[in-house]
Nanobody, 126 residues
Framework: QVQLMESGGGSVQAGGALRLSCVAS????????VGWFRQAPGKERETIAR????????NYADSVKGRFTISQDVTGNTVYLQLNSLETEDTATYYC???????????????????WGQGTQVTVSS
């Protein structure tokens, strides 16, 4: 059984920063995709960043490129999302998700992520 646990959300003013963590526990393949998604009230879930853990291949949505950074620890079982220069539009519940993946291409299939965390709230005020 694989579990994902997010932490690090909170309330900040515009221009501030937060660091989210996603810790994976259980039996999950070392070759995996880990993605960060967010969903604001009334909006669809958005893929914002992903990483292919064996090789550290990353990808970002245009809306966060240059402001957010996804990274992993040496084990690949903790993935971070550094949120800088936060904007009010970044307010949402942030989720991490993972899936086993023998190739990085599978990380692009946003509906294929198998394991999901419960989410952590990020609120940015003006």
């Amino acid at each position: 059984q694989v579990q994902l646990m997010e932490s690090g959300g909170g309330s900040v003013q515009a221009g501030g920063a937060l660091r989210l963590s996603c810790v994976a526990s259980g039996n999950i393949d070392d070759r995996k995709c880990v993605g960060w998604f967010r969903q604001a009230p009334g909006k669809e879930r958005e893929t914002i960043a992903r990483i292919y853990t064996p090789r550290g291949i990353t990808n970002y949505a245009d809306s966060v490129k240059g402001r957010f950074t996804i990274s992993q620890d040496v084990t690949g079982n903790t993935v971070y999302l550094q949120l800088n220069s936060l904007e009010t539009e970044d307010t949402a519940t942030y989720y991490c998700a993972a899936r086993p993946a023998p190739t990085p291409f599978l990380c692009t299939l946003r509906h294929s992520y198998t394991y999901w965390g419960q989410g952590t709230q990020v609120t940015v005020s003006s």
